[in-house]
C-alpha cells in the first residue's frame, strides 16, 4: 500500500509543477507592458504580494526553521525570483509616483523579511517555535497574496471588463490553491491549509467575475476598435494647390471631404 508520505510528496510535486505555472502565467501580461512601453491600467499589487509571500515561505521552509520541507523551499525560490522579475519590469515601465511607490514596496518587504528571519534565527531555539511564529506570519501573507487581486475585481465589477484580469492567472490560481490545500491536509499543517483554502474561494469567485463580463469585455474591445478607425483619417494634398486638402476615412468610405486652408 502507498503510504500517506508518497501521497504527499507526489502531490507536492505536482503543486510545484502547478505554482510554476501561477507565476508564469503573467508573462503574456508583461509581454504587453514591454511592447506597449507602459504598464497601463495594471495594478502591481498581486505582484508585490505574490514576492512577499514567496519570500516569507522560503524563511519557512528552512531547516533550521521547519525541516523537511524542500518542495515548500524550491517552489517558493523560484516564485521569488520570477516575481521580483515582475516587479522590477513594473518599476521599469512605470513612471512618476507609480514608480515611487512600487521600488518602496520592494524595499521595505526586502528589509521586514530579513528582520524576521534575523529575529527567528537568534531568538527563537526550537523548530516548534520557529515553524509557529514564521507559519503565522506566512497564514497572514499568504491570504493577503490570494486577496491581492480584490483590488481588481473592483474595478471589473465598476468597468464590466476583463481586460486587466487575466484569465491565466485566475485559473492558475485556483489550480495551485486546491494542489496546496490538499497537500496539508494529507499531514495536516494549518499554516499551508489556511491561505491556500482561502486562495481556492478568491480564485473561484475571479472566475465567476470573467464568466459574467467576459461577453460585454468583447463588446467594449469591439467598440474601442470600431472608434479608432472612424478616428483615424488619411490627409493627402491636391496636386497643384497646397492650400486644399482631401480627407479620407482610414477604412476606404468613399464620401471625401474637400477644405480650402
Known amino acids: 500500500m502507498v503510504s500517506a508520505d508518497a501521497i504527499r510528496t507526489a502531490v507536492g510535486i505536482l503543486g510545484n509543477a502547478i505554482a510554476l505555472g501561477l507565476f508564469l502565467s503573467p508573462v503574456p501580461t508583461f509581454v504587453k507592458i514591454w511592447k506597449k512601453g507602459s504598464v497601463q491600467e495594471f495594478?502591481?499589487?498581486?505582484?508585490?504580494?505574490?514576492?512577499?509571500?514567496?519570500?516569507?515561505?522560503?524563511?519557512?521552509?528552512?531547516?533550521?526553521?521547519?525541516?523537511?520541507?524542500?518542495?515548500?523551499?524550491?517552489?517558493?525560490?523560484?516564485?521569488?525570483?520570477?516575481?521580483?522579475?515582475?516587479?522590477?519590469?513594473?518599476?521599469?515601465?512605470?513612471?512618476?509616483?507609480?514608480?515611487?511607490?512600487?521600488?518602496?514596496?520592494?524595499?521595505?518587504?526586502t528589509a521586514f523579511v530579513g528582520v524576521v528571519a534575523l529575529l527567528v534565527l537568534t531568538l527563537a531555539h526550537t523548530h516548534e517555535r520557529r515553524s509557529m511564529i514564521v507559519g503565522v506570519l506566512c497564514v497572514f501573507f499568504g491570504t493577503m497574496m490570494y486577496a491581492a487581486p480584490l483590488s481588481v475585481m473592483k474595478m471589473v465589477i465598476r468597468s464590466k471588463s476583463v481586460e486587466y484580469m487575466p484569465l491565466s492567472l485566475s485559473l492558475a490560481s485556483f489550480f495551485n490553491g486546491v494542489c496546496w490545500t490538499a497537500y496539508a491536509l494529507i499531514r495536516f499543517d494549518p499554516y499551508i491549509t489556511i491561505p491556500n483554502g482561502l486562495g481556492v474561494m478568491f480564485a473561484v469567485a475571479q472566475l465567476v467575475l470573467y464568466a459574467m463580463y467576459y461577453k460585454s469585455t468583447q463588446r467594449q474591445a469591439e467598440a474601442k476598435k470600431r472608434k479608432a478607425e472612424l478616428s483615424l483619417t488619411e490627409v493627402v494634398v491636391v496636386k497643384g494647390d497646397a492650400n486644399k486638402v482631401v480627407s479620407v476615412p482610414i477604412n476606404g468610405g468613399s464620401n471625401a471631404e474637400n477644405r480650402d486652408m
Open 43 to 109: 495594478s502591481p499589487i498581486p505582484y508585490v504580494a505574490t514576492l512577499l509571500n514567496c519570500m516569507m515561505w522560503v524563511v519557512y521552509g528552512l531547516p533550521m526553521v521547519h525541516p523537511h520541507s524542500m518542495l515548500v523551499i524550491t517552489i517558493n525560490g523560484s516564485g521569488l525570483v520570477i516575481e521580483l522579475s515582475y516587479v522590477l519590469l513594473f518599476i521599469v515601465y512605470s513612471s512618476g509616483g507609480k514608480r515611487l511607490k512600487v521600488l518602496v514596496m520592494l524595499l521595505a518587504e
